[in-house]
T-cell receptor
Framework: GAVVSQHPSRVICKSGTSVKIECRSLDFQATTMFWYRQFPKQSLMLMATSNEGSKATYEQGVEKDKFLINHASLTLSTLTVTSAHPEDSSFYIC?????????FGPGTRLTVT | GQQLNQSPQSMFIQEGEDVSMNCTSSSIFNTWLWYKQDPGEGPVLLIALYKAGELTSNGRLTAQFGITRKDSFLNISASIPSDVGIYFCAGHASGTYKYIFGTGTRLKVLA
């Protein structure tokens, strides 16, 4: 149990375009999901908390208009990177809480050219 | 954002050796989690701890919830090459909705 998937696993996009990343809890319902960003050889940086049926809570310094989060159902949260730029290239990972434990998706490698 | 201090930052060990790492916080937590992350993948939950003083094992891994509730320890016995990766601790405080992650310990095992 407690499996989280992400799609796509890798994406390359051109500067100025938008990219949507999906995070799904496959065998449980998650009212709360988290989105992280990870730079090479660094720890996980929490970007925002996604709440089903309500607005996401963004961490300080994260642009909510650039990183749009939608949690439309109990099993799906999406992160849209709008008007992507090369500095947005990173590894994005989502997680969901089940039974007080946090389970991560496999991550999405975003490269903006 | 806030991060927990993990020690050591990185370590090289010989195959078969035991490994110890720890995680410390300035605040009290009521849950500690330990994860392993392989390159290009998401972290995988190894052990969860819920009670001060709790000692929990998962195969060759053993983790402990410090009695002060401000630290946690992870031990790996008889390391093997596939133990290579980054180990993260994460703590959760009562009344909050998110976990705070450690800085990570990068483990390299020499065959």
């Amino acid at each position: 149990g407690a499996v989280v998937s992400q799609h796509p696993s890798r994406v390359i996009c051109k500067s100025g375009t938008s990219v949507k990343i999906e995070c799904r809890s496959l065998d449980f319902q998650a009212t709360t999901m988290f989105w992280y960003r990870q730079f090479p050889k660094q720890s996980l940086m929490l970007m925002a908390t996604s709440n089903e049926g309500s607005k996401a809570t963004y961490e300080q310094g994260v642009e909510k208009d650039k990183f749009l989060i939608n949690h439309a159902s109990l099993t799906l949260s999406t992160l849209t990177v709008t008007s992507a730029h090369p500095e947005d290239s990173s590894f994005y990972i989502c997680s969901a809480t089940w039974n007080y434990e946090q389970y991560f998706g496999p991550g999405t490698r975003l490269t903006v050219t | 954002g806030q991060q927990l201090n993990q020690s050591p930052q990185s370590m090289f060990i010989q195959e078969g050796e035991d490994v110890s790492m720890n995680c410390t916080s300035s605040s009290i937590f009521n849950t500690w989690l330990w994860y392993k992350q392989d390159p290009g993948e998401g972290p995988v939950l190894l052990i969860a701890l819920y009670k001060a003083g709790e000692l929990t094992s998962n195969g060759r891994l053993t983790a402990q919830f410090g009695i002060t509730r401000k630290d946690s320890f992870l031990n790996i016995s008889a390391s093997i090459p596939s133990d290579v990766g980054i180990y993260f601790c994460a703590g959760h405080a009562s009344g909050t909705y998110k976990y705070i992650f450690g800085t990570g310990t990068r483990l390299k095992v020499l065959a």
